[in-house]
């Protein structure tokens, strides 16, 4: 139902839609005296037309027009007799005989529409409708149904509103310019973004017969291949005049866009070229072009390598060759300054080349410098060495040649640094292939004796590396060091990252990455598309469409003076191109800078500006302190949710906190395999932290589980992965049925066993506990050393939750030992304990575990508390919306050699303690906090009563409420406590939900 509107008859206009897709319309007298004696409203119109349920109405120009979203996915425009509308080729008088009727239909959208609605197109009186999809996009039609824009920035879920800001804004900070008109979007989200309206200027009058798409910003030349048996195999792109094409039959051709002024004009082409000239030259592979343009490097299927050198001023390429690989094909060819080559293979190999010119015989000849291999890591792949898709040349100071060494990328993700003399070092970087590896000096401006490169691949993540000289001489030739500045996703859903170029400056001077600023990144992606994304924002400014299965070969952009904001005076205009290759015999070039000055910054104005943003994009499934805070210092924490991804956010102190200061969340997120279920930290040992701080656990979908190090420029970095057993298969259901599952980690905890080993413990989703013995004093390098390992059977159904406690007991005749014992919630409600010396005890007593039946359904949570008195108390949070409390005693406190024993003295449930499943509970001693999916946190006492005398007689303590809170988290689906700890002035803790709030527990007189 739309609210009414006063009509140009001064009427009261009401408008209703209904669920089998009818539109009315209704009118009542506006005078009040004649109003409080109407007897109904006067029905004047039906519409029909909408297939499915109206789901919003909008009543527009005065009530002369009516805009409705359906969930048939469309929208549709309702006109009034005689109303004029504007756009964009004019204004539309066509009469409506004296009815409404519906002047036009918007289809297009992926699922059903929430809210569509009027609003101007640009400066002019012209006007389109926009409409909130539940596939998470907003999309701007023209009034003729055609599809002008589609503005992606919500995240996994739908756009539920939209609506038109009815004064005039400015931006001060954001990276858009000044605007008439913003359109703002609501979303499922919990983002709340403003667009924006400023339409692209148009190069040519609209008569113009080429001006079939005059609203792009972009110009399209193509070329296709005059053989027609012949294919692409190579393509770059040297500037914005100039690309270069290799051929599988040996040609080399030059295509020049500089004369290309009009749309759709062809490119000259010049064929420069072919190995016809070269005897025993077999097909071209691959292709690679100095910066200048004055080199091309070759590579054939028979493994030679082929050098064109274009001296200054002249016409005539000069040609050597040189056999890089017997027996095997040169898979890829790298170019770069000062004569500079890399040719690689399918082997993981790289040889290492200069080609210089000989000052006696004038020729030019290349030199092989050095030969590396780069081997994978264990367990990657199964295969010993993996294959690079692409490198950079690097050096740390400009000009010194000595200090210059290769960044490859390859298939598995990782990044190899090779010196000239062939020396690697391998960095784990991306999840899957690394497409591009780009030297961002000319960006950066910082001091010397560094070298800054950005890396991008399968799994959509950016990320700028630092190079430096190392500081410690290995004698195995790990010359650099290579730190991580920042690491960004480019949106939800855009994957494999084939290019990207920074339109601004890089500012790498912060030491704290919280206050590094990130740029503006253009990138070229494997599904087609050009994708400008502001990393501030969170959301693209604009996509460039090319359609089709094409690859995007390269990507070019500038911006002549280099503005810190799109649209800043004296920034000049933007020169982008892209090259595509479709299907292997054409070339498409797409360019701005083709108009030739008719499109300037304004134009990129279409920019999303987040004004409340969600911490991830799927509910947060598990959250812990990395650092906790302290009066005085900031505290650092973990969120982990089911859009696989970790993230760091940092908040204040606790004076801060307790005043209300907002959380700063950091552009640090590192990618798992799959949704993450779990998380466990530890603090790294003193003479093991090094660069390091902290290592945090992570397991979730597909049977994963990784270690991923906190070091201390806050980042991210996996550094161990076990190969947990496959377990993926079919099980027989309740009604008997045989259904599929997959095994998953469904919980992980780590407990320091002094010195420099840790416990760590998984329980999967087939009842299974993994423990393995860790050793930390090589953590700060990357690596942590596996001792041991032992794999127990828990349960036969799913463990949900765990625990590890240690157990201080006294072995005869021997210092005191740390001992340990694991709670495991299972999912019929039944707690499992199992307690040992180490693990080979664990694995030997695996049959004799205790088993206690706290809850009527499974345990989400559990939280043990030791008391003063030698006795662990453990709480249980449920699916049954109870809580439950048990009271566990070691004995006997003085053991041999045999297994330590935990007895259980008492157990007490508490149902209905929320009015929904429990989902998560910590201790703050001597209370305990639970939160549900009722979105209550609760705080209970404990209560404990008077002791019997009797052990066989105690009871256990009771939980009594002592206050309760209505949590603000933007997903009550799925939400996580943060385990609280001990403070001077109070005790942080963190709940999660899509977004994280923190608090902290102030004392006064006892209270809490």
Known sequence: LEPCCIT?????????????????????????????ASTSPQQVHELRGHQGSVMSLRLCLAGRAVVSASDDRTARLWVAPGAELEHAGGIDTRGCEGTWACRGIFRGHGARLWDANLIPLSESSALGVATACEDSIVRLFALDGTLLRELRGHQTRGVRCVVVHPKAVRFDKAPVCSAHRVLVSGGEDGAVKVWPLIAAKQSQPASSPKDAD?????????????????????????????????????RLYKVCLQPCREQGDAPQVELIFSTEVVAGTNNITSLGVGP????????????????????????????????????????????????????????????????????VSAQWTPTLLA?????????????????????????????????????????????????????????????????????????????????????????????????????????????????????????????????????????????????????????AFRSADFVLWDPHAGAEVWRHRCGGGKRPNCLLADWPTAPSVLGAAGGGRPQVTFVYSAESKSVEIHTMASFDGA??????????????????????????????????????????????????????????LASGAELRPLRVSERHPGSIRTIAVSPLPSHAQGAASALVFAGGAKSMLRAYLVD?????????????????????????????????????????MGGSLLLVAAATSSGLLHTWHVDLSSAATGRLDERSRVTTRLSQAAVLSLRCAPLPVQIEGAAETVAFAAFAGIADGSLVVQAALDLQQLEASAGRCSHAKLLDAGINDLAVHAAGDGRLLVAAAGDDHALALAVFALEPPSLTAAPPRLRLLSSRRLAGAHASAAK??????????????????????????????????????????????????LEPGALAL???????????????????????FLRSEGLA
């Open 214 to 250: 005059a609203g792009s910003l972009f110009a399209k030349q193509s070329w296709k291949l005059p053989d027609s048996e012949d294919w692409i195999r190579e393509l770059v792109l040297t500037s914005h005049d100039e690309a270069f094409v290799a051929t599988n039959f040996g």
């Open 599 to 656: 499109v300037d910054a304004s134009s990129l104005a279409l920019a999303p500006r987040t004004l409340c943003s969600p911490l991830h994009g799927r509910e947060i499934h598990a959250v812990s302190w990395v650092f906790q805070p302290t009066s005085v210092e900031p505290g650092l924490f973990v969120t982990a949710a089911e859009d696989t991804t970790l993230r760091l956010t940092r908040c204040g102190s606790l004076s801060d």
């Open 920 to 969: 998560s509970v910590c201790w703050v001693p001597p209370q305990l906090v639970s939160v549900g999916l009722d979105r209550r946190l609760r705080v209970w006492n404990v209560e404990h009563p008077a002791p019997s005398g009797s052990p066989e007689h105690e009871q256990a303590p009771l939980l009594v409420e002592a206050s309760s809170r209505i949590v603000r988290c």
């Open 371 to 523: 030969t590396a291999s780069f081997a994978s890591a264990s367990g990657k792949g199964g295969k010993g060495t993996q294959r690079v898709l692409s490198a950079a040349l690097m050096r740390l100071c400009i000009g010194v040649e000595q200090d210059a060494f290769w960044v490859f990328g390859d298939e598995q993700g990782a990044l190899h640094i090779s010196s000239l003399g062939g020396a690697v070092q391998r960095i784990e970087a991306h999840i899957g292939k690394v497409f591009s590896v780009r030297d961002v000096a000319a960006n950066v401006a910082s001091s010397g004796g560094t070298a800054f490169a950005l890396s991008c691949g399968g799994d959509g993540v950016v990320m700028l590396h630092r190079f430096a000289a190392s500081a410690c001489s290995d004698p195995s030739g790990s010359r650099y060091a290579c730190q991580r500045l920042w690491t960004i996703r480019l949106g939800y859903g855009l994957n494999h990252v084939a290019h990207v170029v920074p339109l601004t400056k890089l500012d790498c001077s912060a030491h704290d990455q919280a206050n590094l600023q990130v740029p503006l990144l253009l990138g």
């Open 712 to 752: 201390t420029g806050l980042s991210l970095r996996c550094v161990w992965s076990p190969v947990l057993p496959q377990r993926n298969g079919r099980s027989p259901s309740r009604d008997g049925e045989v259904e599929a599952f997959e095994e998953r980690v469904m919980s992980v905890d780590c407990l320091a």
């Open 8 to 36: 140009a008859n001064q009427r009261l206009l009401c408008a209703g839609g209904t669920f089998d897709g009818r539109v009315l319309l209704w009118e009542v007298d506006h005078c009040p005296e004649t109003l409080a």
């Open 978 to 1000: 943060g385990s609280a700890v001990e403070g001077s002035s109070g005790r942080p803790l963190i709940v999660a939900g899509r977004g994280v709030d923190v608090g902290v």
């Open 292 to 359: 200048d343009a004055s080199q091309f490097w070759l590579g054939s299927a028979d493994g030679l390598g082929i050098v064109l050198t274009r001296p200054s001023g002249g016409h005539q390429l000069m040609v050597s060759r040189a056999q890089v690989f017997e027996g095997c094909r040169v898979s890829a060819v790298f170019a770069s300054w000062g004569g500079h080559g890399a040719f690689t293979d399918h082997a993981g190999r790289a040889s290492l080349w200069r080609c210089s010119r000989d000052d």
